[in-house]
T-cell receptor, first 114, second 115 residues
């Protein structure tokens, strides 16, 4: 079965510093990976996805993610964090058996301090 | 704004009752997904419909059911409600065909509180 793991419940970073939110995956076959962000009292917003091609994927709001097949990781990164980036971040993998059902990680809360 | 709408935003009801949550997908999206987000279970896939037909089932209880109508809106019906059903229920939609990799767009959710 497909799964993703987000090993950190919370990540704290100071504004202006680089941030990394970690995700590792376990899939049979090719991995199709996604990052979503959830702001308080809002739905999930799509940030970026990896399907194939370049290992560095660029997404919305200055975020990017690095796909590493040997480490089965798909970490979310941003060179310079903003206070407004504080939110809950979810990594997800597409289930290949159905019509794009997503399996989500447990989420990582990012807190950016001024 | 994702273009996916959900009503109502909040729902407070009692144990044993039945409620209906409604979702309208983005214009042109044929596939609708329902997810449940709770503190103890995280974000869990419930069920998926594609152009009116059920396509995939996840951890959906027998007390729950869903359907997608000809105009592509979807309803999630929750019956014999229990305290543990209190959660945020999300609907998502995507343009999908087998073999494609489109992202899903999520609605703002319906927060269900069972007292």
């Amino acid at each position: 079965a497909q799964s993703v793991a987000q090993p950190e419940d919370q990540v704290n970073v100071a504004e202006g510093n680089p941030l990394t939110v970690k995700c590792t995956y376990s899939v049979s076959g090719n991995p199709y990976l996604f990052w979503y962000v959830q702001y308080p009292n809002r739905g999930l917003q799509f940030l970026l996805k990896y399907i194939t091609g370049d290992n560095l994927v660029k997404g919305s709001y200055g975020f990017e993610a690095e796909f590493n097949k040997s480490q089965t990781s798909f970490h979310l990164k941003k060179p310079s964090a903003l206070v407004s980036d504080s939110a809950l971040y979810f990594c997800a993998v597409r289930d290949p058996g159905g019509f794009q059902k997503l399996v989500f990680g447990t989420g990582t809360r990012l807190l950016v301090s001024p | 704004d994702s273009g996916v709408t959900q009503t109502p935003k909040h729902l407070i009801t009692a144990t044993g009752q039945r409620v209906t949550l409604r979702c309208s997908p983005r214009s042109g999206d044929l596939s609708v997904y329902w997810y449940q987000q709770s503190l103890d279970q995280g974000l869990q896939f419930l069920i998926q419909y594609y152009n009116g037909e059920e396509r995939a089932k996840g951890n959906i209880l027998e007390r729950f059911s869903a359907q997608q109508f000809p105009d592509l809106h979807s309803e999630l019906n929750l019956s014999s409600l229990e305290l543990g059903d209190s959660a945020l229920y999300f609907c998502a939609s995507s343009v999908v065909a087998r073999g494609s990799y489109n992202e899903q767009f999520f609605g703002p959710g319906t927060r269900l509180t069972v007292l």
